[in-house]
């Protein structure tokens, strides 16, 4: 088996179908999805119950409560036989070659541990973004943030044993893939940014108000994390506060600044 892939799933019943869709649309076949659910109380599990029935290569879970997207990822590790784990989202889409690309490149480039790609945004509108992260992160790029996007990610699944898999902790909700980085880059493991945007991430207005306060307060822990874990200058830490001011921002104003951020025109976007 050469790839694992996880996904958690939360009261996606309406985007489901869809992201289910475009990973078994990939052009390379060699792999397992493993779903999960995470106590939803709609009709997400029926749903994915009806694909697990169709395609043998769907490996179904369902935690007896909600425990959180870091608990469902690990619970999803347990079961993952792939060489690599890629991750995938319920409400969001990727393109028919990404595993084949980031598959070929993690196969041909033995230094890093884990490949992610650059995004094209979308609402009910239609594509209105994408996010060009940096190629290749250094310690100091986790400063601010994640260097990496966690949903269109493809590690080594060694490399993510090797350093305990997702951090469970309700401090870590939002957060845990920048934690998870923070440790494998800790432990001398590097990451690699493809700028074709292999996957479709959905940001509406649904989205935005996901961004609560508490997951700022949980991202500024991480950032002091980074600092100790990665050993980083100390004034780093001054970091935290835009973070944190940008948690009291109205989501209005949040979501014009993130559109203005990431919006393209014409062929860019």
Known sequence: MKISVLMGMYNCEATLGEAIESILAQTEPDFELILCDDGSTDGTYA??????????RIVLLQNPSNQGLNQTLNNCLAHAQGTYVARMDGDDKCLSHRFATQLAFLESHPEYALVSSAMSMFDEQGIWGRNFPKEQPSVRDFKRDTPFCHAPVMMRREALQAVGGYSVDQKLLRVEDYHLWV????????GYNLQ????????????AA?????????QARVQLFAIKALHLPVYYALYCIPTLVLGLVPQFVYRMLHRARYGRKGEDA
């Open 47 to 56: 749903l994915a119950e009806q694909y697990a029935k169709k395609d043998a």
């Open 183 to 190: 440790k494998m880059y800790a432990a001398g493991y590097r």
């Open 196 to 207: 074709e945007p292999l996957y479709l991430v959905r940001e509406d207005r649904a989205a």
């Open 210 to 218: 996901r961004r609560k306060f508490r997951y700022r307060v949980n």
